[in-house]
């Protein structure tokens, strides 16, 4: 079974950071595409970034290109996304989310879904 389970969203002020976990597990860590979505009140969920150790590389949404940064620890099958110099418009529900398809990007709806974990971000 399928399982990811995300941690590190709270409340923080603008400019700061926060670190977004997402613990994986039941399916192939190193072929599957794991990503990053978020949803806003009011707002279709978009993908923020995701990255896949098959084809080695990583996608991010221009509206937090050099801001957030998204990493793998394979040994504890973990994704992580470091999100600096928080905005308000960051301010969402952060979802996890796995997908089968090692070649998807920000732009695809993946197969697979966390519970995801609040992040506000306040002014």
């Known amino acids: 079974e399928v399982q990811l389970v995300e941690s590190g969203g709270g409340l923080v002020q603008a400019g700061g950071s926060l670190r977004l976990s997402c613990a994986a597990s039941?399916?192939?860590?190193?072929?599957?595409?794991i990503g990053w979505f978020r949803q806003a009140p009011g707002k279709e969920r978009e993908g923020v970034s995701c990255?896949?150790?098959?084809?080695?590389?990583?996608h991010y949404a221009d509206s937090v290109k050099g801001r957030f940064t998204i990493s793998s620890d394979r040994a504890k099958k973990t994704v992580v996304l470091q999100m600096n110099s928080l905005e308000p418009e960051d301010t969402a529900v952060y979802y996890c989310?796995?997908?089968?398809?090692?070649?998807?990007?920000?732009?695809?709806?993946?197969?697979?879904w966390g519970q995801g974990t609040q992040v506000t971000v306040s002014s």
């Open positions: 989310a796995a997908d089968p398809n090692p070649y998807y990007g920000v732009r695809n709806w993946f197969a697979y």
């Open positions: 039941g399916f192939n860590f190193d072929t599957y595409t």
């Open positions: 990255i896949s150790t098959y084809a080695a590389n990583t």
